[in-house]
């Protein structure tokens, strides 16, 4: 073993370099690689799956309460009830739902599928990515269409800059080819989507009566 090794040694001297200058790299694999934003993990089938680094997910867990609390404190449910839908004070969205649904449910939605990306696999984080685009969107086209400020479009910009930094990094940006990360990506816009959608219906099917209910 070790007359191949010097054989090979011979032949390729700067790898017994390589290997000298960096102990923790054979002198196959060559340096170790430089710190990103993903890593790679071996699954129990064999295939490496592709993880985001902690950080990312901490940092976009944090905006996600951040533009939640503003939300709350603003008064988005009354907004998205009374001027943008013209419906009741509860209707389309009440107040439990409000609560319940549109905010503790949707930051624990976003934190677990963000952890789940650092940890597990990476596109569990893209569904979280899908969410926030979308909803800054939304935030976007309620304040140019009342050409005002909106509760929650003040954080939707910290949104937009962390968007922009994921798609502008290239490592983060090569996540969009692992299989199905668009289909991640869908899954989030609908998420947001479906829940607008939801609202308008219940608005023109007439069931937000003169009492709001």
């Not at 060559?30 to 680094?53: F, L, W």
């Not at 800054?136 to 086209?141: R, S, T």
């Not at 910290?158 to 290239?170: I, P, Q, S």
């Amino acid at each position: 073993m070790k007359a191949k090794r010097e054989e090979k040694y011979a032949i390729f001297p700067f790898k017994k370099a390589l290997y000298r200058f960096n102990p923790g790299a054979s002198p196959a694999q060559g340096p170790s690689p430089k710190a990103s934003p993903y890593s790679k993990s071996r699954t129990t089938n064999g295939r490496n799956a592709v993880k985001v680094d902690f950080s990312i997910a901490v940092v976009l867990v944090a905006l996600a309460a951040i533009h939640i609390a503003e939300e709350s404190v603003a008064g988005f449910r009354r907004f998205f009830n009374t001027e943008w839908f013209a419906g009741g004070e509860n209707c389309p969205v009440g107040r439990a739902k409000g609560v319940l649904v549109d905010q503790i449910g949707l930051f624990l939605v976003i934190a677990s599928l963000s952890i789940l990306g650092a940890m597990i696999d990476a596109r569990c984080i893209l569904v979280a990515v899908g969410i926030i685009t979308a909803d800054l969107v939304q935030h976007a086209v309620f304040s140019f269409a009342k050409s005002k400020y909106t509760p929650g479009v003040a954080t939707s910009a910290l949104y937009f800059a962390f968007v922009l930094y994921f798609l502008g990094r290239r490592e983060l940006r090569s996540l969009m080819y692992l299989d199905r990360a668009w289909l991640a990506m869908a899954v989030g816009f609908a998420f947001i989507a479906g829940n607008y959608f939801f609202s308008r219906w219940k608005v023109r099917s007439g069931r937000c009566g003169p009492s709001g209910q």
